[in-house]
């Protein structure tokens, strides 16, 4: 597979720093800026391309753009104020946030969480992961022009915000799991209905590999491109699809299982040869085992009992000294919060870990290279990264 | 790549024939869900202004403004939040957190206004199109974020307390204090209630903050008596504290108690800090009790001389006559006694108004002087038979018993009153009788009925629980004597109804239903007055008064320049009350010897 | 003393307008005995009897003007129709010795049995004469007496039932 061997051989070497020795003023290279505005990208994010023709020589990835500083903002919030900002660090797949943050505080504040929170948790991150990959395909597909897939994505996507909204009130920052527990139990007849929208999901999953998966030309533009070989997995901390694409089952849900996944059936999705395609058609299993997921929970989970445990007075809560890493399996990969806690009222200390992290940076920057300009985007995507979760 | 992959993606062409699944009107065919945190309602009525969604809102979206037509009263700040939707996150921390319930949201999610002030608004008072949505979210049932219950303050059981006079109640452990502190949103209105205006949330603070000495010095600064208030206040912010709403109040007093108790008392006059340098002025105060001592307290801080004569043995007044010591043990109110000494008071006990001193000598002597002479003065029935000798007035048997006078304890006795006074002798007697004849043989008969009861709850309980008999609604009617001339017990009649038309205090009799209660001897514990005798007639010609009591202004001056009155005899029974009219005159005497001083 | 010295004085009356005449006698009689009252007792108690003065005046006032009206028969029957109740308090408060230098409390008690008293009597003179103008005007001072004497327990119950702290 000579295709995937980098071929620099007409290029200048790189200097000790890495960089390229380019000289502009030949007039062979031509520097281009692609965003903070693109196809490519949900949120903002740019990309300086030196290329060579229609072939990038260097891509050089900027952050920045989406930086809201919310780390900083929650070392002056209490333990309460925090919970409302934590879904807005990931605005596609908010509830990751409210996971981790509200597990890790409880961890070191220990409280002990009602059995069916964790069920409900658990319900509401399988949810969210369908309509993160949702928009994925809708992204994916446009950045190759295929504009339809975006409106069915964006519908069945909608179905499941409707659910969101009945569960918890709200349809994008659902601020529902809060430290303690989540708010409410399901409304009454959310089963029936959830089940009515899986299949709607269903539904469109299948017109979509109709239509995208079948497609000669989508096959034709990924196949092949933007491989992330087995051996970068580590070295790139790559994980999620990505790394599950290239035949690595790295499954946080399995690995180090949290909430109610050991009492779940399932098994990850992997592929054999991680580029765009399969790393597209990773997602579009994954999206089943989400379905699935979703059946097993509402069929197994307690009917009743609390869902809430009993906080202190949140007006004045303070958590002891301690620190913790709390990791979950997002669909873009390893999601984690890192809390420090030095006995007050505010945490010390808030890192978020989103995936987009090192995908879209340092294994972009190293994907990028011989990439055709036209493919950039639908590279871009492949990786499914979200400035916002780079940039906390 | 197959044929199959050309051929499939012109399936796409059959949705040409799928009905469209957009919402035509959303505005009026797509409401929010039933939970839909949606734009905010405000129950005004319910809502206490106690600023709480204010304190919990992330995004400072939330400002408690003042609002027409409100106004502040004890337990209401007046103020009512406003939403600014320019900050607002709909997290609906603030329904969850409000402490009445009465901040929730509707489901209705749209709002076009083209002036952006309209958006900055006070649910409940600007009134909405959706402040009559019936879904929307509510906070849901248990789903609190502060704790409401109180933590549990032990003490004696009653077969335990019953034989002694030991203090009941244990006071709390530091975790335990600590966690009813937690508990606290400081929330204020519990200082503005009370009569001192103490800074309650800071100094519970200083409980979760575990800085007891900080706390001291904050209870000090209002409150000299705050051993005593800690024990025995009748806590009215306890009444207004915002988490009674949905739960039990704030253990205000035992928190101020726990402060007190956690600092050695050889420290305490070093926290408080000594007083200012000698002025010169002299000031006479008459009476011992929270009134007076309060006033010299501050007026020898303020560095003027203060004299203090107290009729009685010790000083204390009511705090040490009249609440037994199984409530407010002796060492406590003495302790703090002794930092009102220590800040260079001169307390005169045994020294009444009359003989040796004279209301005239005093005026002559010093250049200020206040009356806080308390109601010492027991008030009779005069019911037939209550001038028999068995028949006592609880003051004066609360008195006898604080002095360490051996009373003639009768195995049975029966109360006429229904106020704490009434349960204090009740008790205190019961305790005698456990310990002399074995057995309790006390009945209380109250006028009012347990709804319209004046004694505190859980003064009632603890007498049931201590073996006494409560009689409710039973009006005395007569004293009963035998031939012989010993009392046998007292007669009542059912009272029928409390209050009047008009909702005065007025009770109805049912002359039908009789009763005779047992008892060799009665005690009245239906009221009293001040033993204004002390001030002289001239004095009395002289002052102004209103309906028996000595007329004064704001400040407690009365109608005479040098002279002040404060205390349960101007403003009726009640401890600190007492110490805020202390505080009050001090403030106005001390103005007033320093204006001396310019002209 | 339903058949006390005012019984015997008003019974052989059968005009409204002489009946009026010395019920307002009466109230004329107590109001002065309060004001005479009223330097005996210590200033800070003062206020009471002077009330007391104030009231019986306008009980005086109110009948005074009434003998003076043409439709007074059915001005009473009109009042009659609203009686106030007896709530039997008063029996249980003695009447006192009021001496040199009374208390608030025993004024009260004096007033009370003054009233109670009145009342007892008027009602007594209605119950024994037959329906019509005059069973109807004794109804009607009766039922003000009532009123008043219930007025005065509602103050007794605020000066000597404080209730103890």
Same mark, same amino acid.
């Given at each position: 597979?000579?295709?995937?061997?980098?071929?620099?051989?007409?290029?200048?070497?790189?200097?000790?720093?890495?960089?390229?020795?380019?000289?502009?003023?030949?007039?062979?290279?031509?520097?281009?800026?692609?965003?903070?505005?693109?196809?490519?990208?949900?949120?903002?994010?740019?990309?300086?391309?030196?290329?060579?023709?229609?072939?990038?020589?260097?891509?050089?990835?900027?952050?920045?753009?989406?930086?809201?500083?919310?780390?900083?903002?929650?070392?002056?919030?209490?333990?309460?104020?925090?919970?409302?900002?934590?879904?807005?660090?990931?605005?596609?797949?908010?509830?990751?946030?409210?996971?981790?943050?509200?597990?890790?505080?409880?961890?070191?504040?220990?409280?002990?969480?009602?059995?069916?929170?964790?069920?409900?948790?658990?319900?509401?991150?399988?949810?969210?992961?369908?309509?993160?990959?949702?928009?994925?395909?809708?992204?994916?597909?446009?950045?190759?022009?295929?504009?339809?897939?975006?409106?069915?994505?964006?519908?069945?996507?909608?179905?499941?915000?409707?659910?969101?909204?009945?569960?918890?009130?709200?349809?994008?920052?659902?601020?529902?799991?809060?430290?303690?527990?989540?708010?409410?139990?399901?409304?009454?007849?959310?089963?029936?209905?959830?089940?009515?929208?899986?299949?709607?999901?269903?539904?469109?999953?299948?017109?979509?590999?109709?239509?995208?998966?079948?497609?000669?030309?989508?096959?034709?533009?990924?196949?092949?491109?933007?491989?992330?070989?087995?051996?970068?997995?580590?070295?790139?901390?790559?994980?999620?699809?990505?790394?599950?694409?290239?035949?690595?089952?790295?499954?946080?849900?399995?690995?180090?299982?949290?909430?109610?996944?050991?009492?779940?059936?399932?098994?990850?999705?992997?592929?054999?040869?991680?580029?765009?395609?399969?790393?597209?058609?990773?997602?579009?299993?994954?999206?089943?085992?989400?379905?699935?997921?979703?059946?097993?929970?509402?069929?197994?989970?307690?009917?009743?009992?609390?869902?809430?445990?009993?906080?202190?007075?949140?007006?004045?809560?303070?958590?002891?000294?301690?620190?913790?890493?709390?990791?979950?399996?997002?669909?873009?990969?390893?999601?984690?919060?890192?809390?420090?806690?030095?006995?007050?009222?505010?945490?010390?200390?808030?890192?978020?870990?989103?995936?987009?992290?090192?995908?879209?940076?340092?294994?972009?920057?190293?994907?990028?290279?011989?990439?055709?300009?036209?493919?950039?985007?639908?590279?871009?995507?492949?990786?499914?990264?979200?400035?916002?979760?780079?940039?906390? | 790549?197959?044929?199959?992959?050309?051929?499939?993606?012109?399936?796409?062409?059959?949705?040409?024939?799928?009905?469209?699944?957009?919402?035509?009107?959303?505005?009026?065919?797509?409401?929010?869900?039933?939970?839909?945190?949606?734009?905010?309602?405000?129950?005004?009525?319910?809502?206490?202004?106690?600023?709480?969604?204010?304190?919990?809102?992330? #995004?400072?979206?939330?400002?408690?403004?003042?609002?027409?037509?409100?106004?502040?009263?004890?337990?209401?700040?007046?103020?009512?939040?406003?939403?600014?939707?320019?900050?607002?996150?709909?997290?609906?921390?603030?329904?969850?957190?409000?402490?009445? /319930?009465?901040?929730?949201?509707?489901?209705?999610?749209?709002?076009?206004?083209?002036?952006?002030?309209?958006?900055?608004?006070?649910?409940?008072?600007?009134?909405?199109?959706?402040?009559?949505?019936?879904? /929307?979210?509510?906070?849901?049932?248990?789903?609190?974020?502060?704790?409401?219950?109180?933590?549990?303050?032990?003490?004696?059981?009653?077969?335990?307390?019953?034989? #002694?006079?030991?203090?009941?109640?244990?006071?709390?452990?530091?975790?335990?204090?600590?966690?009813?502190?937690?508990?606290?949103?400081?929330?204020?209105?519990?200082?503005?209630?009370?009569?001192?205006?103490?800074?309650?949330?800071?100094?519970?603070?200083?409980?979760?903050?575990?800085?007891?000495?900080?706390?001291?010095?904050?209870?000090?600064?209002? #409150?000299?008596?705050?051993?005593?208030?800690?024990?025995?206040?009748?806590?009215?912010?306890?009444?207004?504290?915002?988490?009674?709403?949905?739960?039990?109040?704030?253990?205000?007093?035992?928190?101020?108690?726990?402060?007190?108790?956690?600092?050695?008392?050889?420290?305490?006059?070093?926290?408080?800090?000594?007083?200012?340098?000698?002025?010169?002025?002299?000031?006479?105060?008459?009476?011992?009790?929270?009134?007076?001592?309060?006033?010299?307290?501050?007026?020898?801080?303020? /560095?003027?001389?203060?004299?203090?004569?107290?009729?009685?043995?010790?000083?204390?007044?009511?705090?040490?006559?009249?609440?037994?010591?199984?409530?407010?043990?002796?060492?406590?109110?003495?302790?703090?006694?002794?930092?009102?000494?220590?800040?260079?008071?001169?307390?005169?006990?045994?020294?009444?108004?009359?003989?040796?001193?004279?209301?005239?000598?005093?005026?002559?002597?010093?250049?200020?002087?206040?009356?806080?002479?308390?109601?010492?003065?027991?008030?009779?029935?005069?019911?037939?038979?209550?001038?028999?000798?068995?028949?006592?007035?609880?003051?004066?048997?609360?008195?006898?018993?604080?002095?360490?006078?051996?009373?003639?304890?009768?195995?049975?006795?029966?109360?006429?009153?229904?106020?704490?006074?009434?349960?204090?002798?009740?008790?205190?007697?019961?305790?005698?009788?456990?310990?002399?004849?074995?057995?309790?043989?006390?009945?209380?008969?109250?006028?009012?009925?347990?709804?319209?009861?004046?004694?505190?709850?859980?003064?009632?309980?603890?007498?049931?629980?201590?073996?006494?008999?409560?009689?409710?609604?039973?009006?005395?009617?007569?004293?009963?004597?035998?031939?012989?001339?010993?009392?046998?017990?007292?007669?009542?009649?059912?009272?029928?109804?409390?209050?009047?038309?008009?909702?005065?205090?007025?009770?109805?009799?049912?002359?039908?239903?009789?009763?005779?209660?047992?008892?060799?001897?009665?005690?009245?514990?239906?009221?009293?007055?001040?033993?204004?005798?002390?001030?002289?007639?001239?004095?009395?010609?002289?002052?102004?008064?209103?309906?028996?009591?000595?007329?004064?202004?704001?400040?407690?001056?009365?109608?005479?320049?040098?002279?002040?009155?404060?205390?349960?005899?101007?403003?009726?029974?009640?401890?600190?009350?007492?110490?805020?009219?202390?505080?009050?005159?001090?403030?106005?005497?001390?103005?007033?010897?320093?204006?001396?001083?310019?002209? | 003393?339903?058949?006390?010295?005012?019984?015997?004085?008003?019974?052989?009356?059968?005009?409204?307008?002489?009946?009026?005449?010395?019920?307002?006698?009466?109230?004329?009689?107590?109001?002065?005995?309060?004001?005479? =009252?009223?330097?005996?007792?210590?200033?800070?108690?003062?206020? =009471?009897?002077?009330?007391?003065?104030?009231?019986?005046?306008?009980?005086?006032?109110?009948?005074?003007?009434?003998?003076?009206?043409?439709?007074?028969?059915?001005?009473?029957?009109?009042?009659?129709?609203?009686?106030?109740?007896?709530?039997?308090?008063?029996?249980?408060?003695?009447?006192?010795?009021?001496?040199?230098?009374?208390?608030?409390?025993?004024?009260?008690?004096?007033?009370?049995?003054?009233?109670?008293?009145?009342?007892?009597?008027?009602?007594?003179?209605?119950?024994?004469?037959?329906?019509?103008?005059?069973?109807?005007?004794? =109804?009607?001072?009766?039922?003000?007496?009532?009123?008043?004497?219930?007025?005065?327990?509602?103050?007794?119950?605020?000066?000597?039932?404080?209730?103890?702290?």
């Amino acid at each position: 597979m000579a295709l995937f061997e980098l071929d620099r051989s007409q290029y200048p070497e790189a200097k000790a720093d890495g960089s390229l020795d380019i000289d502009l003023a030949s007039g062979k290279y031509l520097k281009l800026w692609q965003g903070p505005q693109h196809p490519g990208i949900t949120g903002n994010m740019s990309v300086e391309l030196t290329v060579c023709g229609d072939e990038v020589v260097e891509g050089r990835t900027h952050v920045g753009y989406l930086h809201r500083g919310f780390e900083k903002l929650m070392e002056r919030r209490t333990f309460i104020q925090c919970f409302p900002i934590v879904c807005r660090i990931c605005v596609p797949e908010p509830d990751f946030n409210e996971y981790c943050y509200a597990a890790a505080v409880e961890e070191l504040a220990g409280l002990e969480v009602p059995e069916r929170a964790h069920w409900i948790r658990t319900l509401i991150l399988e949810m969210g992961r369908i309509n993160s990959y949702m928009m994925y395909l809708g992204g994916q597909a446009g950045s190759f022009g295929m504009g339809v897939i975006g409106q069915w994505a964006t519908y069945v996507r909608d179905l499941m915000l409707d659910r969101f909204e009945e569960m918890t009130g709200a349809r994008i920052y659902h601020m529902f799991i809060l430290p303690g527990g989540v708010r409410d139990g399901l409304p009454e007849g959310f089963a029936v209905r959830m089940e009515e929208t899986l299949r709607e999901v269903e539904r469109a999953l299948k017109d979509i590999n109709d239509v995208m998966y079948c497609n000669a030309v989508f096959k034709k533009r990924t196949v092949g491109v933007g491989v992330i070989t087995p051996e970068m997995i580590e070295p790139y901390g790559v994980t999620g699809p990505n790394a599950r694409a290239a035949g690595v089952a790295k499954d946080v849900r399995k690995d180090q299982p949290y909430l109610v996944y050991p009492e779940l059936d399932f098994e990850p999705v992997t592929g054999s040869v991680s580029d765009i395609y399969t790393r597209a058609d990773v997602r579009r299993r994954d999206v089943h085992v989400s379905i699935d997921l979703i059946r097993q929970i509402l069929q197994k989970m307690p009917k009743d009992g609390p869902v809430m445990t009993r906080l202190p007075n949140v007006l004045n809560w303070k958590i002891p000294e301690g620190e913790t890493y709390i990791r979950g399996e997002c669909s873009r990969g390893e999601y984690g919060y890192y809390l420090v806690t030095d006995g007050s009222g505010y945490p010390r200390r808030v890192n978020v870990r989103g995936p987009s992290y090192t995908h879209a940076m340092a294994l972009l920057e190293k994907l990028i290279v011989n990439a055709n300009i036209s493919d950039v985007a639908g590279l871009m995507v492949s990786l499914h990264t979200y400035p916002p979760e780079i940039e906390r | 790549m197959t044929v199959q992959d050309v051929l499939s993606p012109f399936t796409a062409w059959k949705n040409l024939f799928r009905d469209p699944v957009t919402v035509r009107d959303p505005l009026t065919e797509r409401p929010g869900a039933a939970r839909y945190r949606g734009f905010h309602k405000n129950d005004v009525a319910e809502c206490i202004g106690c600023g709480t969604c204010e304190a919990i809102c992330q #995004n400072a979206a939330i400002d408690m403004v003042p609002v027409d037509g409100i106004e502040t009263k004890e337990g209401d700040s007046g103020l009512r939040p406003q939403i600014d939707y320019g900050r607002c996150c709909w997290c609906a921390l603030c329904v969850d957190v409000c402490m009445t /319930g009465s901040l929730t949201m509707s489901n209705e999610y749209t709002w076009i206004d083209s002036d952006p002030d309209a958006f900055r608004f006070v649910p409940g008072v600007d009134h909405k199109s959706w402040d009559d949505a019936e879904l /929307g979210y509510h906070r849901p049932d248990g789903h609190r974020l502060t704790p409401p219950e109180r933590i549990v303050m032990r003490e004696m059981d009653p077969e335990r307390r019953i034989g #002694n006079f030991e203090e009941i109640v244990d006071g709390y452990s530091v975790e335990e204090a600590r966690a009813e502190a937690e508990r606290c949103v400081a929330c204020g209105l519990c200082v503005a209630t009370c009569p001192a205006h103490m800074s309650i949330p800071d100094y519970i603070a200083t409980i979760r903050e575990g800085d007891y000495e900080a706390g001291l010095k904050l209870l000090y600064e209002t #409150n000299p008596f705050s051993q005593v208030c800690g024990r025995v206040c009748t806590h009215k912010c306890e009444t207004v504290c915002a988490v009674h709403h949905e739960g039990d109040p704030i253990a205000i007093r035992w928190l101020k108690r726990h402060i007190t108790d956690q600092v050695d008392r050889d420290r305490y006059v070093d926290i408080i800090g000594r007083p200012a340098g000698e002025t010169g002025h002299k000031v006479a105060v008459v009476g011992a009790g929270p009134a007076g001592l309060t006033a010299a307290f501050d007026l020898a801080r303020m /560095g003027h001389a203060v004299t203090v004569f107290e009729a009685r043995k010790h000083a204390g007044g009511m705090t040490r006559y009249g609440i037994p010591e199984y409530r407010l043990p002796y060492d406590a109110l003495d302790a703090d006694v002794d930092v009102i000494r220590a800040m260079g008071v001169d307390i005169k006990c045994d020294t009444p108004i009359g003989d040796k001193v004279t209301m005239t000598g005093l005026e002559k002597d010093f250049d200020t002087v206040l009356v806080a002479i308390g109601l010492h003065l027991g008030r009779s029935t005069r019911i037939p038979g209550s001038d028999h000798p068995k028949v006592a007035k609880a003051v004066d048997l609360l008195r006898a018993i604080t002095d360490g006078e051996t009373i003639d304890v009768p195995k049975t006795a029966v109360v006429i009153g229904g106020g704490n006074v009434a349960m204090d002798i009740a008790r205190s007697l019961a305790r005698l009788q456990k310990q002399i004849h074995g057995e309790v043989g006390m009945t209380v008969t109250a006028l009012e009925d347990f709804s319209h009861f004046l004694a505190d709850p859980e003064e009632v309980k603890e007498s049931f629980e201590e073996g006494i008999e409560i009689f409710d609604a039973r009006g005395p009617r007569e004293v009963l004597v035998d031939e012989v001339g010993n009392v046998t017990g007292l007669k009542t009649w059912k009272v029928v109804s409390i209050f009047d038309d008009k909702g005065r205090f007025a009770p109805t009799y049912d002359e039908g239903d009789e009763r005779i209660h047992v008892g060799t001897m009665v005690i009245e514990a239906i009221g009293q007055a001040a033993d204004v005798a002390l001030l002289g007639e001239a004095l009395t010609e002289k002052l102004e008064w209103n309906r028996g009591r000595i007329t004064v202004d704001a400040d407690g001056r009365t109608s005479e320049p040098w002279l002040w009155a404060a205390g349960d005899c101007v403003n009726g029974p009640d401890v600190v009350h007492a110490v805020a009219d202390g505080h009050r005159v001090a403030a106005s005497m001390d103005a007033v010897l320093k204006a001396k001083e310019l002209s | 003393m339903p058949e006390g010295r005012g019984y015997q004085r008003l019974k052989p009356l059968t005009n409204l307008q002489d009946i009026l005449d010395v019920a307002t006698e009466f109230e004329r009689t107590a109001r002065d005995f309060y004001k005479d =009252l009223v330097p005996k007792v210590s200033k800070n108690i003062r206020y =009471l009897v002077e009330e007391l003065a104030e009231e019986e005046q306008e009980h005086f006032d109110l009948f005074a003007d009434l003998a003076r009206r043409d439709d007074l028969g059915d001005l009473v029957r009109h009042e009659i129709e609203r009686p106030a109740s007896d709530r039997k308090f008063s029996d249980c408060v003695h009447l006192p010795d009021l001496g040199e230098n009374p208390d608030d409390q025993a004024v009260l008690q004096y007033a009370l049995m003054r009233e109670h008293a009145a009342m007892e009597q008027y009602t007594a003179l209605a119950e024994r004469t037959p329906p019509g103008p005059v069973h109807d005007l004794f =109804l009607f001072l009766a039922n003000e007496e009532t009123k008043h004497k219930n007025e005065l327990e509602a103050i007794y119950y605020e000066i000597v039932h404080s209730g103890g702290v």
